[in-house]
């Protein structure tokens, strides 16, 4: 088996509340290895949003540690956890969340603006090489109101992928498209797995994304209940 690429141990997540102490991760404890497609369900209230935004570093434990591609992240402060996002960790949201008023090739330049050593010229090269990976090289001068549901995530993907992460975090991406779209953008994934080694992390209520999945991490009451 390959490398574990996230390794996570005894992680906690509290909050404090009116009653007194609200416990919302409960001691999770998992590997995720490189390369891998991981996703992460349960129902609504079991901690699965909180855990992926952990392992994202968008959001902190109270309590435990967290590895990523070797680094100890837990002990790191705002600023420094936004310059390791931008280095280690891409995203894709359910909503697409790309820049109403940028191209797709613009949506995608963005994330490589953080590169030092590239031109204009290579950073471009790059931004149409990500789009063509994708299906969307002949889009690139569409605004996203100008693309359909699937071609703004297939966008959103060719963005995540800019700066070669360690992992990509994915929160429900076929939430918002129609089964044979999303089907579709899941077989985009496996390709991308398959070609460029990237470690997918998702979180989904799909049953067609566990299908997909090498591993499926069922939570339940803050709590990994069963990994299938």
Known sequence: MSQA???????????QIESGTLQVLKGITTDIHQG?????????????????GILGTLDTPTSGQLRIDGDEVTG???????????????????????????????????????????????????????????????????LP??????QQQRVAIARALANQPSIIIADEPTGNLDSKTGKLILNLICGLREKVGTTFIVAT?????AEISDRVLHILDGQIQEIK
């Open 145 to 150: 109101s100008q693309l359909s549901g699937g």
């Open 5 to 15: 690429i996230v390794k996570v141990r005894n992680i906690r997540k509290e909050y």
């Open 36 to 52: 891998e497609i991981v996703s992460i369900m349960g129902p609504s209230g079991s901690g699965k949003s909180t855990l992926l």
């Open 76 to 142: 790191l402060n705002e600023s420094q956890l936004t310059k390791y996002r931008a280095k280690k960790i891409g995203f894709i949201f359910q909503a697409y969340n790309l820049i109403s008023t940028m191209t797709a090739k613009e949506n995608v330049m963005l994330s490589l603006m953080s590169a030092k050593g590239k031109s204009n010229s290579e950073m471009e090269q790059k931004t149409l090489e990500l789009l063509d990976m994708v299906g969307m090289k002949e889009r690139c001068d569409h």
């Open 205 to 209: 209520h799909d049953p067609n994304v």
